[in-house]
């Protein structure tokens, strides 16, 4: 049996000049095709989803506390090496000398001094912020010289005491070492002369700002004010000043039965001796009732003659 064999032809149109051409044209573009539509599919899944944050909104604010933890107390001074310490801190556990050189004398009353009094060779300077805060007090007083407080933390405060010239006010924001005051004269320890009286309280309470300075605010704050050496108690500047004039009218009222001696005394002495006017008087009636008494005998002796 014979089989005829088949052969393969191709067909008609692969045989025309332009058929290979056009396969190939039509084969690139749909493989552009296919590129293009890959690339715009990317494009949308990179979409930008980024946007402008206002910068007004109450998220955006400095993180201040942050920036406070970072530094450290440093001396309200520009110079410290230019300072002299006029009074150290009052500690609980110093020597007894030490704790009597700390100790302020007004109104022959003795109080332990809260802080350190810082002089610069009896000249003004400037009294500078010994870290970022807030100021929450300016307050004008003729005893303690006036005061500043700045807030660094909740409970955390450092006390700038007789000053003048403020320069700050109460609700604004200084930076460590920003200019506050200038430093002054107070009534309560003029012994210091120009100074700055300068305190560090945690939960107002003071601590020495000797032991602190040159640390960080996370170390006041993590410290237990049990264990560490802190001031007995001081009463305020209006205590101060209230116990002063207490005092005052106390010696006036001892004064006063002194006098009531001294007149008592002068009575008696009058009793006793009499003044020259009393003598006088005295001697004058004496006088009188000797001349009526001879005037009397005068008289007795004229009517009996006539009797007779």
């Not at 933890?69 to 007894?96: C, G, H, Q, R």
Request: net charge negative.
């Amino acid at each position: 049996m014979r089989e005829e064999e088949k052969k393969y032809t191709s067909p008609k149109f692969l045989k025309r000049r332009w058929a290979y051409p056009a396969i190939y044209l039509a084969s690139a573009a749909v493989i552009i095709t296919g590129i293009l539509w890959y690339q715009a599919g990317n494009d949308a899944n990179e979409k930008d989803y980024s946007y402008d944050v206002p910068t007004d909104n109450e998220f955006n604010q400095p993180a201040e506390e942050v920036n406070r933890s970072l530094e450290n107390f440093v001396m309200p001074v520009s110079s410290p090496e230019d300072t002299v310490i006029e009074k150290n801190f009052y500690d609980a556990e110093a020597s007894a000398e030490e704790q009597e050189a700390a100790l302020v004398v007004y109104g022959n009353m003795y109080y332990p001094n809260q802080g350190i009094d810082i002089s610069k060779d009896g000249k003004e300077f400037d009294v500078l912020a010994a870290m970022s805060g807030t100021v929450t007090k300016v307050q004008e007083d003729s005893l303690l010289g006036n005061t500043i407080e700045i807030e660094h933390s909740k409970g955390i405060v450092t006390r700038y005491q007789s000053v003048k010239d403020f320069e700050v006010a109460v609700g604004d924001v200084v930076d460590q070492g920003q200019a506050i005051a200038k430093a002054g004269k107070s009534l309560f320890n003029e012994d210091a002369g120009v100074h700055v009286h300068f305190e560090i309280r945690k939960d107002s309470v003071a601590v020495n700002p000797i032991n602190y300075f040159n640390k960080s605010l996370a170390t006041l704050q993590e410290a237990k004010l049990d264990e560490q050496k802190v001031s007995g108690d001081q009463p305020e500047a209006e205590a101060a000043q209230e116990d002063a004039v207490k005092e005052d009218a106390a010696a006036q009222d001892e004064a006063k039965p002194e006098e009531g001696a001294e007149g008592e005394a002068a009575e008696e002495n009058q009793e006793a001796n009499p003044s020259d006017a009393e003598q006088k008087d005295a001697g004058d009636a004496e006088s009188n009732a000797d001349a009526q008494d001879e005037d009397a005998e005068s008289n007795a002796d004229t009517t009996q003659e006539d009797q007779e």
